[in-house]
Every structure is written in structure tokens, then in C-alpha cells.
């Protein structure tokens, strides 16, 4: 069964750089079956798809934060990563790391979230 | 791309079905067959419930079901129970983006 698991810091300081980690039990990212990467959830913004990593470290990132994240793989220790850069307040949420099949938009394996809040 | 639109509750008895509409634009529902559906209970992450617009992932009830019309998406829950209470969100590809709604809660009465 395919275990998704973040990991990192639950506040970062504003300005600074949110890293999170999800580490992927029961199968392997460095198969090109599927891309691997990050959802965030607030009561602000909803649900909102940051980012994704395919085949041959492809990324894709939603438009309105492509200049600050960068969605990174891990072969070695199959994991993968987010560093979202300059963040703010608004930056605060649940971050859910995901499953996608390349080239459809749904995700069908989500680790259990962590929680981020930016705050001084 | 703007989120699609979701009526905020929808609520019904048990046995009962009821259906959650989606409304997006020309630009991601009405163009691409990339919509699904997600359950989300309190604390816990989605659960994916649609795909590819009408397609259930294996162990999904077949008392999810879901459509498309021009520019809306509907998830219909047929004999509604009561675990199937919690949020519901709509999600379509934009171009080259993943939108999603903003969530509509489903009560069981």
C-alpha cells in the first residue's frame, strides 16, 4: 500500500524558505508511472495545487507561484521536496504531498498534511 | 484562472440522493475531461471519489456518480448515508493549472 509522509518545520519566520519533505513508502518515484508533488489547503485560499515532478525531473508549477517553489526529487532516498521562497502570512496552511498519473490532472494518493504556519 | 463555484451545503435524509454542482468556464470544465471530485472529512486529507469526469478509482462506491454539462460538473450521491457527511470539492484542469472549488459540505439529516 503507498504511504505518503511529510515532514518539516510547522513555523517558519516570514521572508524566509518553507522546506518540506514527503517521504513515499510501498512504491518508488524514480518509476515514470507517476509525477509526485504538493497541494496546500487554508481557509483562505481553499485547496490550491502548487506543483507537481514527473518523469525525468520534469515541473510544473501553478502559474501564481511558479517564481517562489521549486518541487525537487530525491531518487536515493525516494523522496521528494518543496521549497516554497519569501514567504508571508498568506503562505500559512496544511500541505498535503500527492500522487498524480502523468498528464491527467487528478491525484489519487495524498500523505496525511502537515501543518505550516509563517509567523514572527 | 478563477476557482470553480460550489454551492456553499447540500443536505438530505438517508436513502436519499442528492447532487453537488460545479461551475466553471469555457477556459477548464466546459474544455477539458479532467474533472474529479474529492471527499474530505474533518482533519484528514481529500479522497479522491471522480476522475476523468465520470470515472470511480477502485473501492469508490458506485453510489458516486458524476456528469458533465457544457461548462458544469455535477457529483450526484445516491442513497446518501451517513459517513458520506463531510466536504465535497470539485477540481478541473485550467491550461496549466489544477483549480479547484471552494468545498460544499453534505449533511445527512
Known amino acids: 500500500q503507498l504511504q505518503l509522509q511529510e515532514s518539516g518545520p510547522g513555523l517558519v519566520k516570514p521572508s524566509e524558505t518553507l522546506s518540506l519533505s514527503c517521504a513515499v513508502s510501498?512504491?518508488?518515484?524514480?518509476?515514470?508511472?507517476?509525477?509526485w508533488g504538493w497541494m496546500r489547503q487554508s481557509p483562505g485560499l481553499g485547496l490550491e495545487w502548487i506543483g507537481s515532478?514527473?518523469?525525468?525531473?520534469?515541473?510544473y508549477y501553478n502559474p501564481s507561484l511558479t517564481s517562489r517553489v521549486t518541487v525537487s526529487a530525491d531518487m536515493s532516498k525516494n523522496q521528494f521536496s518543496l521549497k516554497m521562497t519569501s514567504v508571508t502570512a498568506a503562505d500559512s496552511a496544511v500541505f498535503y504531498c500527492?500522487?498524480?498519473?502523468?498528464?491527467?490532472?487528478?491525484?489519487?494518493?495524498w500523505g496525511q498534511g502537515t501543518l505550516v504556519a509563517v509567523s514572527s | 484562472q478563477s476557482a470553480l463555484t460550489q454551492p456553499a451545503s447540500v443536505s438530505g435524509s438517508p436513502g436519499q440522493s442528492i447532487t453537488i454542482s460545479c461551475t466553471g468556464t469555457?477556459?477548464?470544465?466546459?474544455?477539458?475531461?479532467?474533472v474529479s471530485w474529492y471527499q474530505q472529512y474533518p482533519g484528514k486529507a481529500p479522497k479522491l471519489m471522480i476522475y476523468e469526469v465520470t470515472k470511480r478509482p477502485s473501492g469508490v462506491s458506485d453510489r458516486f456518480s458524476a456528469s458533465k454539462s457544457g461548462n458544469t460538473a455535477s457529483l450526484t450521491i445516491s442513497g446518501l448515508q451517513t459517513d458520506d457527511e463531510g466536504d465535497y470539492y470539485c477540481s478541473s484542469f485550467a491550461g496549466s493549472n489544477t483549480i479547484f472549488g471552494p468545498g460544499t459540505k453534505v449533511t445527512v439529516l
Open positions: 500527492t500522487r498524480n498519473p502523468p498528464a491527467v490532472y487528478y491525484f489519487d494518493y
Open positions: 510501498g512504491g518508488s518515484i524514480s518509476s515514470c508511472s507517476y509525477c
Open positions: 515532478i514527473c518523469c525525468g525531473g520534469s515541473t
Open positions: 469555457s477556459s477548464d470544465v466546459g474544455t477539458y475531461n479532467f
